[in-house]
């Protein structure tokens, strides 16, 4: 069992940047393939980029690539997911998510563990 928490989210103006943060509950972190996933307002919750369980590996939804890095500390069972030169398309709820095993994966259903979510606004 996983419990995760997002938090760092808030209000940038297109340009800046911001950093999330996932902090799981657990001792077996390091077993996880984490990602971060995005849902704006009345759309259906889409992918952002995952991590595999050392860290060696990460992936990206082409809109975000080049912008977005997601990085973890196994030994602070932390993810992370820093945010440059945003965009107020990138507006939405961000959410962390946690898969076991070192399978890719970047659909909502693959992954077994969610957390809350937190909100992240850029104005124009």
């Known amino acids: 069992q996983v419990q995760l928490v997002e938090s760092g989210g808030g209000l940038v103006q297109a340009g800046g940047s911001l950093r999330l943060s996932c902090a799981a509950s657990?001792?077996?972190?390091?077993?996880?393939?984490m990602g971060w996933f995005r849902q704006a307002p009345g759309k259906e919750r889409e992918f952002v980029g995952g991590?595999?369980?050392?860290?060696?590996?990460?992936y990206y939804a082409d809109s975000v690539k080049g912008r977005f890095t997601i990085s973890r500390e196994n030994a602070k069972r932390t993810m992370y997911l820093q945010m440059n030169s945003l965009k107020p398309e990138d507006t939405a709820v961000y959410y962390c998510?946690?898969?076991?095993?070192?399978?890719?994966?970047?659909?909502?259903?693959?992954?077994?563990?969610w957390g809350q979510g937190t909100q992240v606004t850029v104005s124009s």
């Open positions: 998510a946690a898969k076991y095993g070192s399978r890719w994966a970047a659909t909502v259903q693959e992954y077994d563990y």
């Open positions: 657990g001792r077996t972190f390091s077993s996880y393939t």
């Open positions: 991590i595999s369980w050392s860290g060696g590996n990460t």
